[in-house]
């Protein structure tokens, strides 16, 4: 079968072999043609065809790991390389690009960077969720358990609702544009009083200053009945 | 009974509490169950709220491959002019996609070392090298594992003028200042805080050199479009 011929009228089996050849000569800088393997990730996405991406995921695979091993953070995670690899295959099938969105990618490399983009958000997102599990209680610390208890809702909205719903009952408590910074800064970025003082110059005469402003508002916020309602029910739905 | 106030119990919570006060507070159960009353609160609050309105991380990464609508890219840009989270995620994938196979089409700049010679790290920086930036509003500059990201924004306290929001990775800027050239003119300075950001505000539109100065190196962006 020749090289010269259209990479999409070509049957599977002859595709999945030039891709695997050329990637072969690629690996040992010689002359290679990328089309074989672009037309499989065009057949994957435009097409949803899963028996195509199981043979992108048996020819990329060994290259997915490495990027897993790249990430200067996967050593924190505590998890598998191959958790992540599948994860990131699952992360980019499970994106469903538009034939417009596909024109984004012109080019094989183009697929490749995205895939590795992919590598880069699930252990971003894995690290975010650890991140979550220092606020629980030390009877709950259970990262793992914490993280596949979220993954079941990644894409859910309901935890940025619930999110939002706190923050629009504790901002209008909140009596000046100074302790909006503070309970701001404090639980929707998590920085502490020092962090606080130093990012915004000027604002805050010392460090103490922005601990009294939080101990004032906590202090407020313990005594709401609203919010203790809001967190009791939070409570029982979690039970 | 030892009384401290919760100021004093907040900040043991962040190990900012000196020794004399983290005795104190080790040798009293009453202040201990405080302590933990506070945390519960915190964390009560935290759960919920923490990164809520971040992006997830493959908005990010989209964000950063060009394929955003212009819209939702709009948003992004924003917070992460805001989120010191998402502004080090960012910092970090562009390191990430960089080591390979970079996506986008990157406006290649130059940054000179203008004066010393150091090492930071282990790399020693050359005489003068490339860089690379994205031609969007958030440009990103690196070289040797230093990267300096640059957002230019409308000033909302001067019509017609922008803002130049910075942060620096890679180094120990605590020391360093931030000039902004025009035609050989200084036109601001300022400094580096302890997280590396920097802000310039009041910039009348135009091309200018950003310098960054320190005890050991210098580090100069040329032709900067505001």
């Known amino acids: 079968m020749s090289l010269n011929e259209n990479p999409q009228k070509l049957p599977l089996e002859v595709l999945q072999e030039h891709c695997a050849n050329e990637t072969a000569h690629y690996w040992k800088n010689k002359d290679n043609n990328s089309d074989f393997c672009f037309e499989l990730f065009r057949r994957a996405i435009l097409f949803g065809d899963q028996d195509v991406w199981e043979i992108i995921y048996r020819q990329y695979e060994s290259q997915v790991k490495g990027w897993v091993r790249l990430h200067q953070g996967f050593a924190d995670t505590g998890e598998n390389i191959d958790y992540f690899v599948n994860r990131a295959f699952e992360k980019f099938w499970g994106r469903k690009f538009s034939p417009i969105e596909f024109s984004n990618f012109p080019n094989l490399r183009s697929l490749l960077s995205y895939l590795k983009s992919c590598v880069f958000a699930v252990i971003t997102d894995y690290l975010r969720t650890l991140e979550l599990v220092d606020f629980k209680p030390i009877e709950e610390h259970n990262p793992v358990a914490y993280v596949n208890s979220l993954e079941s809702i990644e894409d859910n909205i309901a935890e940025q609702m619930e999110g939002e719903v706190l923050w629009s009952l504790l901002s209008g408590k909140m009596k000046d544009e100074r302790e909006m910074l503070v309970l701001y800064d404090s639980f929707i970025y998590g920085l502490k009083p020092r962090e606080i003082y130093i990012r915004y110059p000027g604002t805050f005469e010392s460090i103490e200053e922005v601990y009294r402003i939080k101990e004032n508002l906590l202090a407020r916020l313990r005594r709401d009945e609203e919010l203790k309602k809001f967190l009791a029910e939070r409570a029982g739905e979690l039970e | ?226």
């Open chain 2, 1 to 226: 009974m030892t009384k401290l106030t919760n100021t004093q119990l907040l900040m043991y919570l962040d190990g900012e509490a000196d020794a004399e006060l983290e005795g104190k507070i080790r040798e009293s159960e009453g202040l201990q169950k405080r302590v933990q009353e506070l945390a519960h609160l915190q964390n009560q609050l935290k759960i919920p709220l923490y990164r809520y309105r971040c992006p997830k991380a493959q908005e990010l990464v989209e964000y950063q491959l060009g394929l955003l609508p212009g819209d939702r890219a709009e948003v992004i840009v924003n917070h992460l002019s805001g989120c010191p989270h998402c502004s080090r995620e960012f910092a970090e994938l562009h390191v990430f996609m960089d080591r390979e196979t970079p996506l986008a089409t990157f406006k290649k700049l130059v940054v000179q070392l203008v004066s010393g010679i150091t090492d930071i790290g282990q790399t020693r920086l050359t005489p003068a090298y490339e860089v690379r930036g994205s031609a969007d509003k958030l440009l990103i500059y690196e070289a040797e594992g230093i990267r300096i990201s640059v957002d230019i924004q409308d000033d909302v306290d001067a019509s017609g003028h922008k803002v130049l929001v910075g942060l620096i990775t890679g180094m120990n800027a605590e020391d360093y200042s931030v000039q902004l050239w025009s035609a050989k003119n200084q036109i601001a300075e300022t400094q580096i805080d302890d997280l590396g950001n920097f802000l310039i505000s009041g910039i009348y539109p135009g091309e200018f050199e950003l310098m960054i100065k320190g005890p050991e190196v210098e580090v100069q962006i040329q032709k900067l479009q505001i």
